[in-house]
C-alpha cells in the first residue's frame, strides 16, 4: 500500500508559489486546484482555467508548448494606467492631463499593437517608435489625432522625412533629440519640406538610478544630452527663431526601476530641468517620464531588480506630485505627462504553458551484496552504507558529518584507484551508487549541523530532479539566460496535491544554460522549484507567467527551436473565444531562417537515398518511406510532438 500523503490545501499551492503576490489579482488558484486567469467581459470578472483553454486548444489542433495571450489583460492594465494617473491629477489638483504612450519595443507582435491603439483610444494613448520600422508601424495603427507619437532613437533622413509628413496630416509626433548632431538635419530636412517640427530632447539626469538598467539613465547613458548639450541647443533653437519648437523633455531613468524613491527624484530633478527651459523661453507644455515603471516578479514588493517596492497608484502620484510641487514654486504651469510605461502594460498579457517529458532523479543502488573479490575500498563504502541503513542510534550533527567525510573519503579514493587500473569501470559504478545512496540519506535528515556550502551543495544535489520541459530557454526566455530575470513558474494542476519533489527544470536545448534554477516560492528566491511527482507517461504542465515583455522578440534560434504555437483568448458575453490561432515555426521555417533551401535539402537527401538503394542498403519500398519521413519532418513543429 502507498504511503498516504498529508493534506494539502489550494491556500497551500496560493503560498507556496506565491501566485497572489506576483498575479496582481489577474491569476489565482481554483476550488479544483487549477489555476485559474481573471478575464473581463464588460465589467464583470470570470475566472477562467488554464488547463481547461490548453484543453480547447488541443481539440483545435494545436500541442505544446503554446504562448496563450490575453486581450483582457491587456485592456485591464492600460485602464489602470490610464485610471490611476488620472486620480492622481484629480487628487493633486493638477492643471496637465496625462497622455501615455505605449514603446513599441517592449513586445512589437502586431496583435499587441493592434490591441493596444484599440483599447487605449479613449484615453488617447500613443505609442513610441525608436527605429524607422517601428514608426512605419506606428503610423500604420495610430491615427488618433490627440494622442502622441515619440520617436526615439537614431534618426536618418527617411525617418524624419516620415515623422514630419506625418505630423502635416494631423498626427501628434514628435522628434526627441538624443544626439546633439541630430539637430542640424531635423532642421535641414524640415526647412526643405516646409513643416515646422515638434521637438523634445532627451536629458541625461544625474539622479542615481536602480535596478539592472539603471545604466541606461545617469551621466553614463548611452542615449541622451547633458545640461550643457541642451543648452547649445536652446541657443542653436533661438538663433533661428525656432525655441517655440521644443515643446517638449523627455528622461529615461530605465526599465523596471524597482525603487520609489529612486523614481521620485528623478521627477523631480526633470521638473527643474523643465521649469529651466520654460524660463529660457521653449514653449514646453510636456514632460516625458521615460519607462521604469516595475512590476513585481516576485511578489515580495521590495527594492531588489525584479521587485517593485511600490504599485502603480503610488507611482502615479508620487511623480504628479513632484512636479507640481517643482513647478507651483517656480510658477510655471503644470506640464501635460507622457510616461513610456512598456513592461507595466504587456507583461502580464502572456503565459508559456509547456509539459514536461521526462525526468532524471537519483534512485537509491539497492546494492544488498557484493562479490566475494570486491577491493576493499568497496567493501568500505558497502559497510558504510549498511551502517546508515541499520542505523538505530540519536542522529546528532556530529555522528553525520562523521558519515558525510567518510563516504567522500571512500569515493575520492575509488576514483584515483580507478585512474590507476586497481579498480574495474562496474567497481566504480557500484561504489558510486553507495556513495550517492549514503549522501541521500544523509540529506533526509540534516537542518544545519555543521556542513559547508559546498557540502550543503552536494547533499542538496542528491534531493534534487530534472525535469525536462518541452520548450527553450533561448527562445521564450532569453531574458532569464543573458540577465537572470526572474519568472515566476509554478503547474497549472494539481494544486490540490502537495509538491513532494525538488525540481530544477531543464529544456530540450543541448545546452548547459538551457535549465531554470532560479524560482520565486515560499516567499524566497531559491535554486529549485517543489513539484509534484509524476511518471512520464503522465500529462503535467507548467505555466511560466509574466512573459509579455521582450521575450518574443528577443528569443533566439538556439538548436533550430522557433517559435511556439500562439493562442489569444478573451471573454465574449460569458464566454471563452479563442479570437486567434498561430502556428509556431515549422522546421523548414526555421531553416530557411539560417540561409538553408528546404527544397534542396529534399533533392540532396534524395540523392544519398537513392545511392543506397544502388548499393542495395535499402529497397526502393524502403527508400519510399524514407523520404516520407524526411519531408513529414521538414513540415513539422521545432519542439516534440506527440
Not at 335 to 345: D, M
Not at 359 to 377: D, F, M, T, V
Not at 551 to 577: A, F, I, P, W, Y
Amino acid at each position: 500500500m502507498s504511503k498516504k500523503l498529508p493534506p494539502w490545501s489550494i491556500e497551500e499551492s496560493a503560498t507556496t508559489y506565491g501566485i497572489r503576490d506576483w498575479g496582481n489579482g489577474y491569476f489565482d488558484v481554483s476550488a479544483k486546484g487549477e489555476v485559474v486567469v481573471n478575464l473581463k467581459d464588460g465589467t464583470k470578472t470570470k475566472p477562467v482555467s488554464l488547463p481547461d483553454i490548453v484543453r480547447g486548444m488541443r481539440e483545435r489542433g494545436m500541442q505544446l508548448p503554446v504562448l496563450i495571450r490575453f486581450g483582457d489583460l491587456l485592456r485591464w492594465r492600460i485602464e489602470e494606467l490610464n485610471e490611476s494617473f488620472n486620480n492622481a491629477i484629480r487628487e493633486a489638483n493638477y492643471k496637465g492631463v496625462y497622455r501615455g504612450v505605449y514603446p513599441i519595443k517592449v513586445n512589437q507582435q502586431q496583435e499587441v499593437i493592434e490591441e493596444v491603439t484599440r483599447y487605449g483610444r479613449k484615453y488617447h494613448y500613443g505609442l513610441e517608435a525608436g527605429s524607422k520600422p517601428e514608426l512605419i508601424a506606428a503610423l500604420a495603427y495610430m491615427q488618433d489625432p490627440e494622442a502622441y507619437i515619440v520617436c526615439n532613437g537614431y534618426k536618418d533622413e527617411e525617418f524624419i522625412d516620415l515623422a514630419l509628413r506625418a505630423q502635416k496630416m494631423g498626427l501628434q509626433v514628435i522628434l526627441v533629440l538624443e544626439m546633439p548632431s541630430e539637430l542640424d538635419l531635423i532642421l535641414e530636412r524640415s526647412k526643405l519640406l516646409g513643416i515646422t517640427p515638434q521637438l523634445g530632447v532627451r536629458i541625461r539626469l544625474s539622479t542615481e538610478s536602480a535596478g539592472h538598467w539603471s545604466e541606461s539613465g545617469g551621466d553614463q547613458s548611452v542615449f541622451g544630452l547633458n545640461i550643457s548639450q541642451v543648452m547649445r541647443t536652446v541657443d542653436v533653437l533661438r538663433e533661428k527663431g525656432m525655441l517655440d519648437c521644443l515643446q517638449m523633455l523627455h528622461y529615461h531613468q530605465g526599465s523596471q526601476i524597482p525603487s520609489i524613491r529612486a523614481i521620485r527624484n528623478a521627477a523631480v530633478e526633470a521638473a527643474r530641468v523643465y521649469v529651466g527651459l520654460v524660463q529660457e523661453g521653449a514653449k514646453m507644455g510636456i514632460l516625458d517620464l521615460g519607462g521604469g515603471l516595475a512590476i513585481s516578479y516576485d511578489g515580495l514588493k521590495s527594492n531588489e531588480t525584479s521587485s517593485a517596492d511600490y504599485g502603480m497608484k503610488e507611482y502615479c502620484a508620487d511623480v504628479i506630485e513632484a512636479i507640481s510641487e517643482v513647478t507651483d514654486e517656480a510658477g510655471i504651469p503644470h506640464p501635460n505627462i507622457i510616461s513610456e510605461s512598456g513592461r507595466a502594460i504587456v507583461a502580464y498579457y502572456s503565459v508559456l504553458v509547456i509539459n514536461v517529458l521526462d525526468i532524471n532523479r537519483y534512485e537509491a543502488s539497492g546494492i544488498k551484496k557484493l562479490p566475494a573479490k570486491s577491493p576493499p575500498l568497496l567493501k568500505n563504502v558497502f559497510e558504510l552504507c549498511e551502517r546508515v541503513r541499520k542505523n538505530g542510534q540519536k542522529l546528532t550533527s556530529e555522528f553525520l558529518q562523521e558519515i558525510y567525510n567518510d563516504a567522500v573519503y571512500y569515493r575520492d579514493k575509488i576514483r584515483s584507484e580507478f585512474g590507476s587500473g586497481k579498480v574495474s569501470l562496474r567497481q566504480r559504478a557500484q561504489g558510486e551508487e553507495l556513495y550517492w545512496e549514503i549522501l541521500a540519506w544523509i540529506a533526509q535528515h540534516v537542518k544545519s549541523g555543521n556542513f559547508t556550502d559546498e557540502q550543503m551543495a552536494r547533499l542538496d544535489a542528491v534531493l534534487t530532479d530534472f525535469y525536462y520541459g518541452n520548450f527553450s530557454v533561448f527562445q521564450s526566455l532569453p531574458d532569464f539566460w543573458a540577465i537572470d530575470q526572474l519568472f515566476p513558474v509554478m503547474p497549472i494542476h494539481r494544486l490540490k496535491e502537495k509538491p513532494t519533489r525538488t525540481v530544477v527544470l531543464s529544456d530540450i536545448t543541448c545546452d548547459c544554460d538551457g535549465k531554470i534554477d532560479r524560482f520565486i516560492h515560499d516567499r524566497e528566491i531559491k535554486s529549485s522549484l517543489p513539484l509534484h511527482d509524476i511518471k512520464v507517461e503522465d500529462e503535467y504542465m507548467l505555466g511560466i507567467f509574466l512573459v509579455g515583455a521582450y521575450q518574443e522578440t528577443l528569443g533566439d534560434l538556439h538548436n533550430l527551436l522557433g517559435d511556439t504555437n500562439v493562442v489569444s483568448v478573451r471573454m465574449e458575453n460569458g464566454k471563452l473565444k479563442y479570437t486567434r490561432e498561430l502556428e509556431g515555426d515549422t522546421v523548414s521555417e526555421v531553416l530557411s531562417y539560417v540561409e538553408y533551401d528546404p527544397k534542396e535539402m529534399v533533392r540532396r537527401f534524395r540523392v544519398l537515398a537513392e545511392d543506397a538503394v544502388v548499393k542495395k542498403r535499402i529497397t526502393a519500398k524502403e527508400r519510399f518511406s524514407i523520404m516520407e519521413a524526411y519531408e513529414n519532418g521538414l513540415r513539422g513543429y521545432t519542439y516534440f510532438e506527440s
